[in-house]
């Protein structure tokens, strides 16, 4: 039989012959159905530090179980994840309900979905997000935001908490080195804002994306969205199929103080500085990260001007 099954789950819109997989390596065709290859098997486990994800808005200073399984419905040659998102391995295997009954033993304070493609496992955080909710656990999602807007709905009723990677902002860059497409993120973005606690992450790659005129104009539409969002502009380094050094110091800087003229929460990531949380209308220290992350918040607000901060679990 040589029909073709078209999967609905992103744009890449991937049409399948029985027993053919999709791009994402996660989903495949059985007996005419499009089905989850990984449904349950995980390739990573750890209780990370809320900043790791990064999450700097939410609940600062709390940790979170973070999993991830196997897949990516992208092709980035500079991946940082790559030995779990390009390629597919039999993982240890767990339901939805151990997951959720694990996401609150040893400090942790819910359950993250990241280090591949979380999206790609759909099922799995489709079945288990509602069980970490229900037992007062908070969700949350590290994606590159590639989905169809009817499923993404299904599941924001039990997300608290997203970043999503924006690799760039010329649609040039998707097609070039990704495989995708920048609307489709940008469209993900938009339908979170203001709905789920979101932040943003750029990895800031030499010659590809790290242009002035680039990053200012993506700070703009940051800005335009219709809810506050903080932005990580991540320093690059070379991984996987990439040799191009990596991004200098200087350059993240003049672009990160070029960000923060048009947003209140902007921060680098993967260098020593450039992570701490000021006030936007004081500029008091408000929340540092260094080997403890201590708030100085007070109800949320800033403790000398009053200022409410934008973020969740900031008392």
Not at 21 to 34: D, N
């Amino acid at each position: 039989m040589n029909e073709k099954v078209e999967c609905s789950l992103c744009p890449q819109h991937c049409k399948l012959q029985e027993g053919q997989t999709g791009l994402c390596k996660a989903r495949g065709c059985k007996e005419g159905e499009i089905v989850s290859l990984t449904y349950g098997e995980i390739a990573a486990w750890h209780i990370d530090p809320m900043e790791k994800k990064p999450l700097y808005h939410f609940y600062p200073g709390n940790r979170i179980l973070s999993v991830g399984g196997y897949g990516c419905n992208l092709r980035c040659f500079f991946c940082q994840n790559y030995e779990i998102s390009q390629k597919y391995e039999r993982g240890h295997k767990v339901t939805p309900e151990q997951l959720a009954y694990a996401s609150l033993e040893e400090g942790s304070i819910g359950l993250c979905f990241t280090y591949s493609e979380p999206l790609v496992w759909y099922e799995m955080i489709a079945h288990t997000a509602p069980l970490v909710k229900k037992q007062g656990g908070k969700v949350a999602l590290v994606s590159n935001g590639i989905i169809e807007a009817r499923h993404l709905e299904d599941i924001i009723p039990f997300i608290d908490a997203v970043n999503i990677d924006i690799k760039a902002f010329t649609e040039e860059f998707y097609l070039r080195y990704t495989g995708g497409k920048l609307k489709w993120v940008l469209e993900t973005v938009e339908r979170l804002a203001g709905r789920v606690h979101t932040e943003i992450t750029t990895l800031v790659i030499p010659t590809l994306n790290d242009s002035s005129k680039e990053i200012e104009s993506l700070a703009r539409w940051l800005a335009d969205l219709k809810a506050p969002v903080a932005w990580h502009l991540s320093r690059y380094h070379p991984m996987y199929k990439s040799d191009i050094p990596a991004t200098d110091i200087k350059q993240i800087k003049h672009l990160w103080e070029l960000a923060k003229e048009h947003l209140p929460y902007v921060y680098m990531g993967n260098v020593l500085d450039g992570n701490t949380t000021y006030c936007p209308q004081c500029g008091l220290e408000l929340i540092t990260r260094d080997w403890k992350v201590k708030v100085e918040t007070e109800g949320g607000r800033c403790s000398a001007c009053g200022l409410e901060i934008w973020g969740k679990g900031l008392d």
